[in-house]
């Protein structure tokens, strides 16, 4: 059996609780059962499934995020890390482990709900929801805390509990939405089926892709050494999943980009990458662990040429801005129309920019006390994307604004000049910081 579950069930289980939970869930149905004439209708299946959201998406949720706290706090974490079980075993042990008892209160609340709905036709999708609804809530807090863990900071209760929030209304959208969408459907590629369907394949595939995170987070906890293979499938995936979404789209094909039979690549698989690499470039570098050394590393094993212990310690943020260059040449050179170049689709300078803003944000990380990195990043970069160019051009000054941010000039060539002098001036300063860190850290 896993250690860490048995562990887990061990210190969940006991005999209190064990009687405790089933006798305080029946007195609550023995009085639903008795206001409504001496049955079971929809009142009492709609207090089971409030009774379990409340129990395993909201409760378990937060049992799991706080796994690894408690850990922390009992100083038992470091002897985890240095004991012989892997990231899998220990990805099972506490996503299930912690939560044990939640879903213990779960089932008895699923099983009320099987006994009183009066729509049989939607139990086993209304059921498949739920239980991949805790399943995909549980796993994400646990990642969110691994992550807190990663950047060696103490899981914030505030934040933790905003997010147990968020997929607690997350959750419950998707359970009212799969009453309502029996009767409408959806195309993926060629594909098609109800809404309901591909709904429950989608958070399914959610819920792997977070627990293979977790395990992966986990992995770099337990020093085991592990190549970004992963990344880049869930990279693929995401442009496979999302590009069937517009697969027929006619603005997607003709509007944005060329739908051009000389092209030797895809259009909109190339723009629906670039999308993806970029975004998940800034989500990464605000929750990754910035560490010079890190950098010194990498720069080191370039220059040996050791590219397996390179891959080992490359971070994800950087594997996207480096796919992102060659999609954005592409994308520049073969597939922009006019109607892109009106909307400021410059591919070319968001990546420079983008380029600008990873360097701003290792700039300030990389300072003596960089406890604030996270909320000086931000400040910087929302004066130079909202603050700064909304005082000039209400000054009109459209040039200055322009140099600024320089997505809002008419010119793909003056865009290029402006975001790539920025990127150089930022980066130049970053790499002498850089240098000043890691001296006084060797």
């Not at 210190?11 to 064990?18: K, T």
């Not at 895809?266 to 723009?271: D, G, Y």
Request: hydrophobic share 55%; charged share 10%; proline share 4%.
């Amino acid at each position: 059996m896993n250690p860490e579950l048995q562990r887990n069930f061990y210190l969940e289980f006991s005999y209190s609780r064990l009687i405790g939970m089933p006798i305080f869930l029946a007195v609550i149905f023995a009085l639903t059962y008795l206001s409504n004439d001496n049955q079971f209708n929809d009142v009492t299946a709609n207090i089971a499934m409030s009774l379990y959201v409340f129990i395993v998406l909201f409760w378990g949720a937060r049992q799991a995020a706080e796994s690894i706290a408690d850990e922390l706090r009992n100083h038992t974490w470091d002897i985890q890390k240095t004991s012989a079980i892997s990231p899998w075993t220990l990805t099972w042990g506490k996503l299930f482990g912690s939560t044990l008892f939640n879903w213990y209160g779960g089932f008895l609340c699923l099983f009320v709900y099987l006994l009183s709905t009066s729509k049989p036709e939607f139990i086993f999708i209304i059921i498949a929801y739920a239980l991949s609804s805790g399943l995909l809530a549980h796993s994400l807090s646990l990642l969110v805390s691994l992550f807190a863990l990663r950047k060696k900071q103490a899981f914030n209760s505030s934040i933790g509990y905003l997010f147990v929030l968020f997929m607690l209304f997350f959750s419950l959208g998707l359970l009212n939405w799969a009453e309502d969408s029996v009767l409408k459907t959806i195309r993926w590629y060629s594909f098609e089926m109800n809404t309901q369907t591909f709904g429950l394949l989608s958070l399914l595939l959610a819920c792997v892709w977070s627990i293979v995170g977790v395990s992966r987070l986990l992995a770099q906890e337990l020093q085991v050494r592990t190549l970004p293979w992963v990344w880049l499938l869930f990279i693929v995936f995401l442009v496979v999943y999302i590009q069937g979404l517009f697969f027929q789209d006619p603005t997607w094909h003709q509007i944005i980009i060329k739908s051009s039979a000389n092209i030797p690549f895809s259009p909109p698989i190339a723009l629906t990458a670039f999308s993806i690499c970029t975004f998940f470039a800034y989500c990464l570098i605000f929750i990754d662990d910035n560490n010079p050394m890190q950098m010194r590393r990498l720069w080191i094993y370039a220059k040996e040429e050791n590219w397996e212990r390179f891959l080992e310690e490359i971070p994800c943020w950087l594997i996207n801005v480096i796919i992102s260059v060659p999609l954005s040449i592409y994308l520049t050179l073969f597939c922009l129309t006019e109607s892109a170049e009106k909307l400021h689709l410059y591919p070319i300078p968001i990546v420079l920019l983008m380029v600008r803003d990873i360097a701003i944000i290792l700039f300030v990380n990389y300072a003596k006390n960089s406890k604030r990195a996270f909320s000086l990043s931000l400040v910087y970069l929302t004066f130079l994307y909202a603050i700064i160019p909304a005082i000039f051009l209400q000054m009109n000054f459209t040039l200055m604004a322009g140099v600024f941010l320089p997505l809002f000039t008419n010119n793909l060539a003056v865009s290029i000049i402006f975001s790539g002098l920025q990127a150089a001036v930022v980066g130049y300063l970053l790499f002498i910081r850089w240098q000043k860190t890691v001296n006084q850290l060797s």
